[in-house]
């Protein structure tokens, strides 16, 4: 955890406006019943740097998701505070017909926007809520072969509505190579079936160390991600949040081991104003302009 630099360290023009405006991002997970879903969602909120509340149970004393549901807690560095929400929601493996699984999630997405839409509305638009949500992690079954149809077809209902940031689940269950294969097969698939996943723009102001460090962000999307809020004993005898083997431990926070650091800077730090400016400004305004059409406005 040493290097670690959290949403304290944004860069300026985004951190004063964020100051300004009081952090708050909505993050939203989704994906097949059992692939660690829960588990990470607590695994962000768990990040031991930060004071919490209201921390999600550990992952023995929680039961199996059945509905959607929120987790919100305010998170602090620095005297910075965010208030980080996460949608956790049910899998949707345990249907039979999984042919309209993408349906309860895009009808909550959408039921944001509208939400935001009368807010907006409104005469007096004071103390505007905003509960959109900025980034959705889609979660991949490590099979190591290729994207399933039933992931092609979640991710094209989706994509238009939200920011798409597919992760591969469980990745300690694959080899670096089988990752390294996994990633270039799951964006070659995407590309195919013209899915926008999440696109970070290049910024040309930046000074260059946070270009590099964002490219380095970027690059490893699809993230490979292990959840994990158990304490275990590392090869070298220090303790840390992972998931422990007969051959050996996968620590969660350590980046050689898989991407979850870099997914979570992602999504509190280098580019969660980003995030929320884009659904703001491209899909929440498609979404309205769509819906003022439809309504013949
Ligand atoms: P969800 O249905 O997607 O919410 O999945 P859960 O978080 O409830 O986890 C399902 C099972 O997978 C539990 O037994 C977890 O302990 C296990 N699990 C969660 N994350 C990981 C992971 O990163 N790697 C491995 N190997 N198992 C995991
Ligand atoms: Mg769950």
């Not at 039979?96 to 939400?115: C, M, S, T, V, Y």
Request: proline fraction near 4%.
């Amino acid at each position: 955890l040493g290097g670690f630099v959290g949403f304290a360290n944004l860069p300026n023009q985004y951190h004063r406006r964020s100051v300004r405006k009081g952090f708050h991002f909505t993050a939203m997970v989704v994906g097949e019943s059992g692939l660690g879903k829960s588990t990470l969602v607590n695994t962000l909120f768990n990040t031991s740097l930060y004071a919490k509340k209201d921390v999600p149970l550990p992952e023995h004393d929680r039961p199996q998701t059945v509905a959607i549901e929120s987790i919100t807690a305010d998170i602090e560095e620095n005297g910075v505070r965010l208030r980080l929400t996460v949608v956790d929601t049910p899998g949707y493996g345990d249907f039979i017909n999984n042919d309209q699984g993408w349906k309860p999630i895009l009808d909550n997405i959408e039921a944001r926007f509208d939400a935001f839409l009368e807010q907006e509305n409104r005469v007096n638009r004071q103390k505007t809520i905003d509960n959109r949500i900025h980034a959705c992690l889609y979660f991949v079954e490590p099979t190591g072969h290729s994207l399933k149809p039933v992931d092609i077809e979640f991710m094209r209902r989706l994509h238009q509505r939200v920011n798409l940031i597919p992760v591969i689940a469980k990745a300690d269950t694959l080899t670096d190579d089988e990752v390294a294969q996994f990633k270039a097969r799951i964006l070659s698939d995407l590309a195919h079936h013209r899915i926008d996943i999440y696109q970070a723009p290049q910024y040309d102001l930046e000074d260059e160390e946070t270009i590099a460090e964002n490219e380095e962000i970027v690059r490893k999307i699809p993230f490979a991600v292990v959840g994990s809020d158990t304490v275990v004993a590392t090869s070298d005898g220090r303790q840390a949040r992972g998931r422990a083997y007969p051959w050996g431990t996968v620590e969660v926070d350590n980046e050689d081991h898989c991407d979850f650091v870099k997914l979570r800077q992602m999504l509190v730090r280098t580019h969660m104003e980003e995030l929320k400016e884009h659904t703001a400004d491209v899909l929440y305004e498609k979404y309205r302009q769509e819906k003022l059409l439809a309504m013949g406005v």
